[in-house]
């Protein structure tokens, strides 16, 4: 049996790849594993059977036989480390790319996710304009820093790995921010990522979700 993730039903990003199971598809399509996904809605996401398997109510999950994971960065751990392809064999290396997961989730994209919620929600409120500037500065600072590190390497170190599909995925949710042309470096590394052809599979799949739950 392939394992099971769990994805949004109707998901809130309508179909730009940015929900967190993307992140999961895409590692699962880099390994070659097929695999299942059990759509949820959000009233499903709050109830007893799910908060099981994520005890936080929120999505991805991952199911194989006896194990339930949730948080994205260990299910796609857990996925780099029993299929070859998303770590390298010799022992530092491997290290270092489990360093440059941990940063992403870490170093990137609090920030990151900061300021996207405040231009979602807090456009109407009177210190949106004060603070936006702020939020994009501290943005910069992690993106300039990044910038630095990668230099005009393809990848974070050498060849692709879990810190590089970690890092893309949180970098992509500046895509409508106008923040990655300001860093052509980390906007061509970012392209790069989208143009794998285990992300556009990834991708095409939630983007199906999305357009049948619009069709419904």
């Not at 109707?10 to 790849?17: K, L, N, V």
């Amino acid at each position: 049996m392939p394992p099971t993730i769990t994805a949004f039903e109707s998901s809130p990003d309508r179909g730009r790849g940015q929900a967190r199971d993307m992140r999961v598809r895409w590692a699962l399509e880099e390994v070659g594993q097929p695999y299942d996904v059990r759509l949820v809605s959000f009233e499903e996401m709050k109830q007893p059977a799910h908060r099981a398997l994520h005890p936080f109510g929120q999505i991805p999950t991952y199911e194989d036989g006896d194990l339930a994971l949730f948080e994205s960065g260990a299910i796609v751990l857990h996925i780099a480390e029993r299929h070859s392809g998303l770590l390298p064999l010799d022992a530092n290396a491997r290290s270092r790319a489990i360093a440059w997961m941990f940063a992403a989730l870490n170093t990137l994209e609090p920030p990151i996710v900061e300021l996207g919620m405040a231009m979602l929600v807090e456009r109407d409120r009177s210190w949106y304009a004060e603070r936006l500037p702020l939020l994009q500065d501290r943005v910069r600072v992690r993106l300039g820093e990044l910038s630095r590190r990668l230099g005009g390497a393809d990848w974070l170190d050498g060849t692709f790995s879990a810190g590089d599909l970690m890092m893309v995925t949180v970098l992509r949710r500046l895509n409508t921010s106008g923040l990655l042309a300001e860093f052509p470096e980390i906007a061509a590394y970012v392209a790069r990522g989208e143009a794998r052809p285990a992300f556009r599979r990834a991708f095409d799949a939630q983007l199906a979700v999305f357009t049948a739950a619009s069709r419904s």
